[in-house]
């Protein structure tokens, strides 16, 4: 079983920057496939970042070039670094974790953080 809690969320200014992580607790963090979502008011959970247990990553259209998807399984964490914040940016940003997939549906993870909320302002 895992438990995740995000941390890193505040407040930041359009094109700035902003790093959020997400902490496991439990065991067998290496083999979970990690992934960030954001969600705004009014609209469904959107994916943002995803990482492989082997580390592979791939983005969301919308934040390619910007944003940083890592981690670090000794410290069983997993991070996105937010450049070129856009006001659009602003959500509550949720962090997952998969055994079996590691995709941009919401229903491919196991295991939910309960968000850090995320706002730019222009």
């Known amino acids: 079983q895992v438990q995740l809690v995000e941390s890193g969320g505040g407040f930041v200014q359009a094109g700035g920057s902003l790093s959020v992580a997400c902490a496991a607790s439990g065991r067998g963090f290496s083999i979970y496939n990690m992934g960030w979502f954001r969600q705004a008011p009014g609209k469904e959970r959107e994916f943002v970042a995803a990482?492989?247990?082997?580390?592979?990553?791939f983005y969301a259209d919308s934040v390619k070039g910007r944003f940083t998807i890592s981690r670090d399984n000794a410290k069983n964490t997993a991070y996105l670094q937010m450049n070129s914040l856009k006001p659009e940016d602003t959500a509550v940003y949720y962090c997952a974790a998969g055994f079996s997939s590691w995709g941009r549906i919401p229903n491919e993870y196991d295991y939910w953080g309960q968000g850090t909320q995320v706002t730019v302002s222009s």
């Open positions: 990482i492989s247990r082997s580390s592979s990553t």
